[in-house]
Every structure is written in structure tokens, then in C-alpha cells.
């Protein structure tokens, strides 16, 4: 897998856990990242609401295509659907 380039803030309860034990609760979390911030997680979890066609769109390639761009067109809006 992949190393991510990111910066955490891990706050412990336990003063005594040893430096493999951080590494390996921090290599956990990246895992766990990593997973959550995929493009497949992403498209499950939302949805485009298209209010000029009155539509509600789920395909993951206009998904992805609407997540790079900067700019939505007026009434046209990523939900979340949770």
C-alpha cells in the first residue's frame, strides 16, 4: 500500500504506550483512510440533485466528473445522503 503524505494528531490516554505501539495505532488510522477517502466511498455516499432537469443522478462517473470541478452550475447540488 501506499504511504500517505499526511499530518495526524493522535492524542493517547495512555502515557505508557511505547513508540511501536503509536506507530502501529497510526498505521491503523492511515488504513483506515485510505479506504474511506476512495472514490467508490465517495460515490456511495452521495449524490448529484439536478434542479434544472429535475433529476436525481448516482453514476459514479458523473460523480467523479462533478467532484474535480470547481465550480457547480447554479441549482445543481452534491447531497450527501446520509
Known amino acids: 500500500m ?3 503524505n499526511r499530518d495526524l494528531l493522535v492524542l493517547l ?5 511505547t513508540n511501536q505501539a503509536i506507530e502501529h495505532e497510526v ?3 492511515n488504513d483506515l483512510l485510505f479506504h474511506a477517502e476512495s472514490t467508490d466511498a465517495f ?3 452521495n ?6 432537469k429535475y433529476k436525481v443522478l448516482q453514476d459514479e462517473k458523473f460523480l467523479v466528473q462533478m467532484m474535480y ?12 445522503k446520509n
Open 43 to 45: 460515490c456511495r455516499a
Open 27 to 29: 498505521e491503523q488510522l
Open 2 to 4: 501506499k504511504t500517505s
Open 69 to 80: 470541478q470547481t465550480e457547480l452550475k447554479p441549482f445543481i447540488f452534491l447531497c450527501n
Open 47 to 52: 449524490e448529484v440533485i439536478d434542479m434544472n
Open 13 to 17: 490516554k495512555d502515557e505508557a504506550m
